[in-house]
Nanobody, 127 residues
Framework: QVQLVESGGGLVQTGDSLTLSCVASEGTLRRYVVGWFRQPPGKERKFVAAVSRTGGTSYHADSVKGRFTISRNNADGTVYLLLTNLKPEDTAVYYC????????????????????WGQGTQVTVSS
């Protein structure tokens, strides 16, 4: 079991960049696929990106492809989401999630495949 903690959110302007981080306050992320989801105000939570256990495979939603990049550093147990060229429509609470996988190259894009969730970090992009 892991407890996830996100950080790095904030208030930025259109075109700015942010790096979000996800760590396990208890346990280790090495055994898990890790994904990022986001929930805009008044809307449902949606998939953003996911990375395999080894970091060798990643998958990004079409809405963020080319602007956001997920990566992980298993040496220090951190998963990152680099957000560039931010737009007002990227405003949301961003959540990281961990899902068990015995396949080191597997990634998940459905929320039901993730067992553990963080509390979220707010990203607000002003126009």
């Amino acid at each position: 079991q892991v407890q996830l903690v996100e950080s790095g959110g904030g208030l930025v302007q259109t075109g700015d960049s942010l790096t979000l981080s996800c760590v396990a306050s208890e346990g280790t992320l090495r055994r898990y696929v890790v994904g990022w989801f986001r929930q805009p105000p008044g809307k449902e939570r949606k998939f953003v990106a996911a990375v395999s256990r080894t970091g060798g495979t990643s998958y990004h939603a079409d809405s963020v492809k080319g602007r956001f990049t997920i990566s992980r550093n298993n040496a220090d147990g951190t998963v990152y989401l680099l957000l560039t060229n931010l737009k007002p429509e990227d405003t949301a609470v961003y959540y990281c999630a961990a899902g068990v996988s015995y396949d080191t190259s597997n990634v998940y894009y459905k929320s039901e495949d993730y067992e553990y969730w963080g509390q979220g970090t707010q990203v607000t992009v002003s126009s």
